[in-house]
């Protein structure tokens, strides 16, 4: 369903303001909880919804997100369930654009037509799939394109202006700059290196570039987001969960609220970025 992440996008510009991107992980701490707080996203201010596919071997994330992956999976989290948290969110919203996040394994696992056929069903309007470089993109991101998927591409400071166009070749929906190399969750960058990265990329693009890693506040979401077309916070998301558990990791009557009052506030830095970088 690319027509959702298009219109979505084009609606943002002529608002002239960036997108929120906002990563949770599907199934944490459970599954009801966890629907939970898909279903808050978009009324605390998410423009795009990334739903992170729970895996037991998550090398690309940080210890954040690979707790989130563990406590899901702990408490029975599986694909298809995932799939189904998706079709459970669109009863009651069939605009914000969802795109999935995780790696490989699970699907080719799942079977790769059939997940592709579920997801569409599902309402999914994308996928990230982490370690896929362009040189597989026969095994999931050309059938995931006739499909009508989106897939998008991560490209990082190390992605060069040579290797850029094998890295945007069948990117569609946005392209998701990675502001730092090393796990998800570490420090933010500096805004001006930033700046400079978004405007490389769209020389090579007429995607919008969404930058994540790092943002935690407002402030940050405001800073990024002068330059960028989307703001994609997830860590700090992640944690917010966390932090809301019982002693037990289980999940409590703050957990959704948590990820709620977090995301309007990043809400309100996005909003605002435009209006800063025009004066």
Not at 153 to 169: E, F, I, N, Q
Request: with cysteine; aromatic share 6%; charged share 20%.
């Amino acid at each position: 369903m690319t027509a959702r992440m298009d219109k979505r996008f084009a609606d943002l510009k002529a608002e002239g303001r960036p997108a929120l991107v906002t990563y949770f992980m599907g199934g944490d701490p459970d599954y009801e909880t966890s629907l939970g707080i898909m279903k808050a996203l978009p009324e605390a201010g998410s423009d795009v919804i990334e739903l992170g596919m729970p895996f037991s071997d998550p090398m690309a994330d940080g210890p954040a997100i690979q707790m989130a992956g563990q406590r899901a999976l702990k408490g029975g989290q599986t694909l298809k369930k995932t799939l189904r948290l998706a079709a459970d969110f669109r009863k009651g919203d069939n605009t914000t654009p969802i795109v999935m996040m995780g790696y490989y394994n699970p699907i080719y696992i799942y079977g790769v037509e059939k997940f592709l056929d579920d997801a569409l069903a599902s309402g999914i309007d994308g996928l990230i799939v982490v370690d896929l470089p362009p040189e597989m993109d026969d095994e999931l991101c050309i059938p995931a394109i006739r499909k009508g998927i989106n897939f998008i591409r991560l490209a990082t400071p190390t992605t060069d202006d040579k290797r850029l166009p094998t890295v945007l070749k069948n990117t569609s929906g946005f392209v998701y700059y990675v502001s730092m190399n090393g796990i998800t969750g570490s420090a933010l960058p500096d805004p001006s290196l930033v700046s400079g990265a978004v405007r490389r990329i769209k020389q090579h693009t007429n995607l919008p570039v969404c930058v994540g890693f790092g943002v935690k506040t407002a402030d940050h979401a405001k800073v990024i987001g002068s330059s960028a077309d989307g703001v994609v916070v997830g860590t700090a998301i992640v944690n917010q969960v966390a932090t809301s558990l019982s002693s037990e990791g289980k999940a409590t009557a703050d957990t959704v609220q948590a990820v709620a009052t977090l995301v309007r506030g990043l809400s309100s830095g996005t909003r605002s970025a435009r209006l800063v970088a025009a004066e």
